[in-house]
């Protein structure tokens, strides 16, 4: 024999005389194939479409529906199924068009079995190269998939170095003045200039601060640790973290608990991030605004039906279509070379894996407002690429 048994596939013999299925069934067997049989080009197709053998078997020459027209029915459903025809001596012209019609081979009656044996043995090679090359394509395709990623990695990496460079100048820049202020003060004994040395230093501090805890979350995005945290206490910490950037200017920053839960079921340190992140977009959005005597922020907590809503709303430049559309961009940056375009990226991820979502509402030049709703239970955690 020039197969070996492969009990792995399915064969349907189809002859309308019992004999020669009976004749057949036995070396097919001994092939290793599960043989299913049909009398009849109909009673085939039925089989055909439950099964989906890989080999079918078919006299070309039977009552009713021909094996030719059954080949182009199955080549229909399925491209990729091998059928072999049997033919008389006198149907040479038959299993010609067979093969036209993509027929995998043709045997002559009376059947030799070893002559069967290698048009099976064709079949089985087809069926083997097809597995090879869809195995070989997956490959490639994974291949392709880790190269486009590492190539899409440090593309990502080469604008992270970039944009945090700007950010990192800025903050020395920031650091010299705040040194500057504070030595000067020391100097001539200003306790004035002293103290604005000193907030400069620590606004300063809590920005780079912020900087790293940005980079490292997109280094690695890590799991929620869930904990009940009281509402009120939570609230005075996000402020108190921005709020020596609003001192001394004319920006007021408020927070309303009133509809507020008690207590909420949240990580903390990352949503106290993402919080913050949106809040220094306000922020900045007050200060560039040179059209308004006075700016406002107001930091609004309530309680809603499932979820618990945080509104961040100020009056500042306010933001067009297209910067509403990309402000949750990675790398993107309405603040020039101030920004590293991390900052709202990261706390609209922080939200997904808290199974939430932000809604912005902005014009330009009337300001801006974002509104984050999350689970009041926490769920599991979702991501969001």
């Known amino acids: 024999m020039n197969i070996q048994a492969n009990s792995q596939h399915s064969l349907l013999l ?7 299925r009976d004749v ?5 067997e001994d092939l290793g194939y599960r043989v299913l049989t049909a009398d009849n080009a109909g009673t085939a197709l039925s089989v055909f479409n439950q099964e ?5 078997l078919t006299d070309i020459k039977m009552p009713g529906m021909d094996g030719i027209e059954l080949l182009q029915k199955i080549k229909h459903e399925c491209p990729e199924t091998e059928v072999i025809m049997i033919t ?3 149907d040479m012209n038959l ?4 093969l036209k019609y993509e027929a995998t081979d043709f045997i002559i009656k009376p059947i030799n079995v070893d002559g069967l044996a290698i048009a099976l043995g064709r079949a089985e090679e087809r069926i083997s190269t097809r597995c090879q090359l869809r195995e070989h394509t997956r490959n490639l395709e994974k291949l392709l998939q880790e190269k486009t990623e590492l190539q899409d990695h440090l593309s990502s990496l080469g604008l992270l170095i970039s944009s945090v460079s700007h950010g990192i100048k800025g903050l020395v820049t920031r650091l010299d003045g705040g040194l500057y202020l504070l030595d000067s003060g020391i100097h001539k004994g200003d306790t004035a200039q002293i103290a604005a040395g000193r907030d400069a230093l620590r606004q300063t501090a809590a920005r780079i601060k912020k900087m790293v805890q940005d980079i490292l979350f997109y280094a690695k995005e890590r799991a929620l640790q869930p904990e009940t945290v009281d509402t ?6 996000v402020i108190a973290t921005v709020q020596l950037r609003t001192d001394g200017k004319p920006l007021a920053l408020q927070y309303d608990l009133a509809n507020a839960p008690d207590q909420m079921v949240i990580d903390s340190e990352s949503l106290h991030s993402a919080l913050v992140s949106i809040l220094d977009n306000a922020i900045d959005a007050c200060l560039k605004d040179t059209q308004k005597d006075k700016h406002r922020i107001d930091f609004i907590i309530e309680k809603n039906i499932n979820t618990v809503v945080f509104n ?10 297209e910067t509403r559309e990309k402000i949750f961009t990675l790398f993107f940056s309405s603040k020039d070379r101030k920004g590293t375009g991390l900052g709202l990226y990261i706390a609209d991820r922080i939200i997904a894996q808290h199974n939430g979502h932000i809604e912005v509402e902005s014009q330009p030049g009337r300001g801006s407002c974002f509104r984050i709703r999350i689970p009041d239970k926490p769920r599991t955690p979702g991501n969001r690429s």
């Not at 057949?24 to 097919?28: S, V």
């Open 14 to 20: 189809v002859d309308d005389e019992e004999d020669i």
């Open 24 to 28: 057949l069934r036995l070396p097919l």
């Open 52 to 56: 989906k053998p890989a080999v079918v």
């Open 88 to 90: 008389g001596h006198g």
């Open 95 to 98: 299993a010609i068009k067979s």
């Open 232 to 237: 009120a206490e939570f609230a005075r910490e």
């Open 312 to 321: 961040i709303r100020d009056n500042g430049i306010g933001m067009d279509r």
